[in-house]
């Protein structure tokens, strides 16, 4: 018995996608993406786990948006559980393109503050996202938890992320603003800035608010 065509094609994608260049696996992707099938779903989530390249794994993510979300949801959120960086930061990533609402409960707090910055980056992206509107508050609480953590785009995605949520944000805001690390009290004035004048510029920010800690002046009475 000869396989459809349909079948050959379908089986040439998905052997593409572990080719060795680049370049057939982004076509497999693509491929994959313009002709949905739920067979495709668990190998598209495990390429993303693994695979090196950027570009790649955001044709692999927009294959998946191309799935029904009910299939994928429930094995993005299985990939949450993942003991492999990437394959957690991916799902985060797959889940906030998504936005189906039903994955904001696996958006734990221990992702939300991994240890790997770009799992907890991929993570504040998709809770913002996802966060229904009468829990902002909350998670404004846990994200001010991480201000001051990493290097600068790692900083810049927090900020970010604050703003997104809106004005929710100010009380924990001014709560950080008098932290007892410079660091956590610079990024919370930094991002307050950001909030009231979006055009200043992240490195801007953080420099006005450097110079702020230094003279002992957060706005508020310490």
């Known amino acids: 018995m000869t396989m459809s065509e349909e079948e050959t094609n379908a089986m040439r994608a998905l052997r593409g996608l572990e080719n060795s260049s680049s370049s057939v696996r982004l076509k497999a992707a693509m491929a994959v993406g313009t002709t949905p099938d739920p067979r495709f779903v668990d190998k598209l989530i495990e390429r993303c786990a693994i695979e ?27 990939e949450l559980r993942s003991e ?24 734990t707090r221990a992702l939300l503050t991994d240890a790997d910055d770009e799992v907890a980056r991929s993570a504040w992206r998709a809770a913002v996202v996802l966060v229904p509107d009468d829990e902002g508050a909350e998670l404004a609480e846990v994200l001010t938890t991480q ?5 600068r785009e790692t900083r810049l995605s927090l900020s970010r992320a604050l703003i ?28 307050e800035r950001l909030w009231h004048d979006p055009e200043a510029g992240f490195d801007f920010a953080i420099e006005e608010a450097k110079r702020v800690v230094a003279l002992g002046a957060t706005g508020r009475e310490e």
């Open 52 to 78: 090196p390249e950027f570009f790649v794994r955001e044709i692999l993510t927009w294959a998946l948006t191309r799935h029904e979300s009910s299939m994928t949801v429930p094995k993005l959120i299985d």
């Open 147 to 151: 201000l001051g953590r990493g290097e």
């Open 84 to 107: 492999r960086a990437q394959a957690r930061s991916q799902a985060l990533h797959t889940l906030s393109k998504i936005g189906d609402r039903q994955g904001w409960p696996a958006i």
């Open 164 to 191: 997104a949520l809106g004005e929710v944000i100010m009380p924990a805001l001014r709560v950080a603003m008098t932290d007892p690390d410079p660091r956590v009290r610079r990024h919370a004035i930094a991002t």
